[in-house]
């Protein structure tokens, strides 16, 4: 019989959170906790008056010091894994999602396992372990994993910003299987090269596949500038809707040798131009050199981390939009993004119309998009609502 998980109290505010759908709860707003629990720790979570209201993950060396797992009592598990994971899977099964061979099957919170993420790439997995709570199932997760979607590779891209607030290292390489860490995946008729190993977050950003679509649908006959490239398939996307060119601008060269590979993959080697590059810099050199483009692509990383930098993210924002419409021929399109969880769709919009506004120009909502539903929305929890996207049109004269 499992031995009863520690209880931790929390505040009234940090009841109502949890009450009102959220998942987490920061240090200010626990009231009574153990001492000396570990980082990761499971517990028991109740209110001040000590009303059961579910179980979590605790890291008090984390400003999120609860992420709850269950309303229910649960306990670390493989059993308890499994049963998570296999929801996972049917979830996107029922969004008819189950017969791509590139797709997110497990996206952290959106599927009620905070810091896990895993990715599949036809036959080959590449797994984010990103909180203390979820590197106590390390084992686990490998196991359930490979029983589960038997691949021939599993991969580790446990790194970056959200692994260190943890206080956990990053780490990266094989977790099971064997095999080169690339798979050649098709996603509409589209032919990418993933490299797990060396290649963006977990190799490829799957959360654009309907927005690139957009895009696809409406770049016939379009002159195409891809700003913040990565490995290419906005830009791709855009050729294979009939774009009579692209140029491909990304600050990494790694990115735009691979971004090149790709178009060249899929016979557009001929229509695709690379520059390295930062973005700000380059289209301010084209605008200058009087390059105009009729549909721009803007498709930046998080500008900001912390609460404490969405003011400068708000500033990166107005300023890479109002240089992608600079260079906008009249009546060309304008494809921008924010992966910023911290800037919400109300400053996101806020900041395109100071952008429009400084650019001097009249802009048409053509559509509206977010993230693809591999990677699913908490109502209660805005910040897994994080991708916005935007089409507008420039008015002509």
């Known amino acids: 019989m499992d031995a009863p998980l520690p209880a931790v109290r929390v505040s009234r505010r940090g009841e109502e959170r949890l009450r009102n759908g959220h998942l987490w709860v920061f240090g200010d707003d626990l ?67 189950g017969g791509l061979n590139a797709l997110r099957l497990v996206y952290s919170e959106g599927d009620h396992l905070p ?29 359930v994993l490979a029983e589960a979607l038997s691949p021939r590779l599993l991969y580790e891209r446990s790194e970056g910003g959200a692994r260190r607030l943890e206080g956990l290292a990053e780490r990266k390489g094989v977790l099971g299987g064997d095999g080169p ?40 006959e379009r002159s195409v500038l891809d700003g913040f490239c990565s490995t290419g398939a906005f830009g791709i996307y855009a050729l294979a809707g009939g774009a009579t060119s692209v140029l491909a601008v990304d600050i990494s060269g790694e990115a735009v040798a691979a971004a090149a590979e790709n178009a060249a993959r899929n016979g557009f080697g001929d229509r695709w ?23 721009v692509i803007l498709d930046p990383p998080s500008f900001t981390k912390s609460r404490e930098g969405r003011e400068g993210a708000m500033r990166g924002y107005r300023d890479i939009n109002r240089l992608g419409l600079s260079l906008l021929a009249p009546g060309g399109i304008l494809a921008t993004s924010s992966c910023t969880q911290l800037v919400d769709m109300a400053k996101w919009n806020e900041a395109l119309r100071d952008a429009a506004a400084d650019a001097r120009a009249d802009m048409h909502v053509l559509a509206r998009g977010g993230q693809s ?18 089409v507008l049109r420039k008015r002509g004269t």
């Open 181 to 220: 860490p690339r798979e050649t995946v098709v996603l509409d008729g589209c032919r990418f090269l993933v490299d797990v190993e060396t290649g963006p977050k977990t190799g490829f950003f799957l959360d654009q596949r309907e927005n690139r679509r957009i895009v696809r649908d409406l770049a016939g």
């Open 273 to 295: 131009e690379g520059r390295k590059g930062n973005l700000f810099h380059v289209l301010r050199e084209l605008s200058e050199g009087g390059r105009t483009f009729d549909l």
């Open 115 to 143: 810091g896990l993420v895993v990715d599949r790439f036809g036959a080959l997995l590449s797994v984010q372990i990103l909180t203390a709570g979820m590197e106590l199932l390390r084992r686990e997760v490998v196991e």
């Open 31 to 97: 009231r009574e906790v153990p001492p000396g629990l570990p980082p990761g720790q499971w517990v028991a979570v109740s209110s001040r008056s000590g009303e059961f209201l579910g179980t979590a993950m605790c890291n008090l060396s984390s400003r999120i010091a609860l992420r709850l797992v269950s309303r229910g009592a649960v306990s670390p598990s493989k059993a308890f894994l499994g049963e998570r994971v296999g929801q996972a899977l049917r979830r996107r099964e029922e969004a008819g999602l």
């Open 373 to 390: 539903p591999d990677h699913p929305v908490l109502l209660g929890m805005p910040e897994t609502d994080y991708l916005k996207f935007a």
